[in-house]
Nanobody, 114 residues
Framework: QVQLLESGGGVVQAGGSLRLPCAAS????????MGWYRQAPGKQRELVASITSGSATNYAWSVKGRFTISRDNAKNTVYLQMNSLKPEDTAVYYC????????WGQGTQVTVSS
């Protein structure tokens, strides 16, 4: 059974940083593209960053230059480094495989205060 466990969220002031780990079990993060998604209240879930099995990365325009996605194959974990956070980054953040999605994890809440 594939499980995804996101953590690292919290409350941070605008301009601050957070690092979100996503630990996977039951499936290797190295063999598929992985994505970080977020869902703000009243809005649809959106993809903010992705990393392919070949480590190519892509970002939504709203986070480009501020967020960095990376992967540690030995730990079977994907990370999202978030810098220069803005109040509009406030959301629940999730990770998932991109080619064949697994069940969504619980996500981790990020709240950015102004």
């Amino acid at each position: 059974q594939v499980q995804l466990l996101e953590s690292g969220g919290g409350v941070v002031q605008a301009g601050g940083s957070l690092r979100l780990p996503c630990a996977a079990s039951g499936r290797r993060v190295s063999i598929d593209a992985m994505g970080w998604y977020r869902q703000a209240p009243g809005k649809q879930r959106e993809l903010v960053a992705s990393i392919t099995s070949g480590s190519a990365t892509n970002y939504a325009w709203s986070v480009k230059g501020r967020f960095t996605i990376s992967r540690d194959n030995a730990k079977n974990t994907v990370y999202l480094q978030m810098n220069s956070l803005k109040p509009e980054d406030t959301a629940v953040y999730y990770c998932n495989f991109m080619s064949v999605r697994s069940s969504w994890g619980q996500g981790t809440q990020v709240t950015v205060s102004s």
